[in-house]
């Protein structure tokens, strides 16, 4: 009976065990990127079941009176030229700036001997973008009317696109170049400008009262484990040699 009972047991590790090493989730890289995946997922899912049960309204309205004159809502807190950058750096998150942007890279990587790579990113944050308008259309929620816009929004609010959109392509990004970049703190370098740019999208979009902060913060989850995706797929591709060529093997 022990000996059965411990043949069943091999016979149910053994695959567990083998899919486990396929994956390389014995390695920190590929363990990580399934995590943040699964963490982030689960965060925006929850986060929409929160607001579709309105437990969300009152902090949502709370933040977004905090960030306007109360004399005036049509008037954000802060000087003149702090509205301006706001809708400067809200640009960087729009759909022009973001396919131009993975464009530019994708032909940069082209040229210089990368094209499968240069490809995939392509792929990746065309593919966020579609998730993107998917989730919008599925949940349908108004833009907030508790006070003016700041600027012309053609779509619904939730997940924040611009939000959804930097995080999928400025963390992608930040994430390739700090793979092929030797200098660790280059490499931080990389990836704190990605997280900086994700966040400041996001803030702006708050700001000028065209989402509530709900919506970006499920824009930041759903974005970022989009990433997470793009990242944990390359690392296996990479191994395989499919997209660019694999790391060398650590020295004995």
Not at 107 to 125: D, E, M, Q
Not at 142 to 166: K, Q, W
Not at 192 to 216: A, C, E, Q
Not at 224 to 245: H, N, S
Request: some cysteine; overall charge positive; hydrophobic content about 50%.
């Amino acid at each position: 009976m022990r000996v059965s009972g411990s043949l069943r047991h091999n016979r149910l590790i053994e695959p567990a065990t083998a899919v486990w090493l396929r994956l390389r989730l014995n390695e920190v890289g590929p363990l990580v990127a399934l995590l943040g995946l699964s963490i982030l997922g689960y965060g925006f899912f929850y986060l929409a079941h929160e607001v579709g049960e309105g437990s969300t309204a009152a902090l949502d309205r709370r933040i977004l009176l905090a960030l306007r004159n109360p004399a005036d809502l049509a008037d954000p807190i802060g000087p003149p030229w702090l509205e301006e950058t706001m809708r400067d750096i809200t640009g960087l998150g729009s759909v022009f700036t973001v396919l131009f942007l993975t464009c530019a890279v994708a032909a940069y990587l082209g040229v210089s001997g990368r094209r499968r790579i240069g490809l995939y990113v392509l792929g990746a944050v065309g593919g966020g973008e579609l998730v993107s308008t998917v989730l919008k259309l599925f949940y349908q929620r108004p833009r907030p009317d508790l006070v003016p816009h700041g600027m012309e929004v053609f779509t619904a609010s939730f997940p924040s696109g611009h939000a959804t959109m930097s995080a999928i392509a400025y963390l992608t990004l930040a994430t390739l170049v700090a793979r092929v970049e030797r200098n660790r703190r280059a490499k931080a370098l990389m990836l704190g400008l990605g997280v900086s740019v994700t966040l400041l999208v996001g803030i702006s979009r708050i700001y000028l009262g065209v989402h509530w902060p709900s919506d970006v913060l499920a824009g930041w989850c759903i974005g970022a484990a989009w990433a997470c995706l793009c990242w944990f797929v390359a690392l296996q591709l990479q191994r395989r040699g499919e997209v660019e060529a694999p790391d060398p093997p650590p020295a004995a």
